[in-house]
């Protein structure tokens, strides 16, 4: 299983940036979907989970109605699109693929991690 994170960049506070998950190796649409980070000095925290079909989502309430995750299961992959975005929300991005076919928040469920994305937002 592949899990290759890419699109993160550096933007001026209150721009957007859209992370994308490319999967391989694996029956994707069986599987929940993660987005994670982590910044310098911190542990992982959970960003947003999507369900196998995408009809399910979940956010960390510091990027509610900012960050939006969808997948595309004919291209074997998840997207994260970030909008409004500011300092605090620098951090290196990780997909992960869970091990069943919901959504979850924590790290624990997640079996296969990508190698992560640099977010940088300046203010």
């Known amino acids: 299983v592949q899990l290759q994170a890419s699109g993160g960049g550096l933007v001026q506070a209150g721009g957007s940036l859209r992370l994308s998950c490319a999967a391989s190796?694996?029956?994707?649409?069986?599987?929940?979907m993660g987005w994670f980070r982590q910044a310098p000095g911190k542990e992982r925290e959970f960003v947003a989970a999507?369900?196998?079909?995408?009809?399910?989502?979940n956010y960390a309430d510091s990027v509610k109605g900012r960050f939006t995750i969808s997948r595309d299961n004919a291209k074997n992959t998840v997207y994260l699109q970030m909008n409004s975005l500011k300092p605090e929300d620098t951090a290196l991005y990780y997909c992960?693929?869970?091990?069943?076919?919901?959504?979850?928040?924590?790290?624990?469920?997640?079996?296969?991690w990508g190698q992560g994305t640099q977010v940088t937002v300046s203010s």
């Open positions: 999507i369900n196998w079909s995408g009809v399910s989502t």
């Open positions: 992960a693929q869970a091990m069943g076919t919901h959504y979850y928040s924590t790290t624990t469920p997640y079996g296969y």
């Open positions: 190796g694996l029956t994707f649409n069986r599987y929940g």
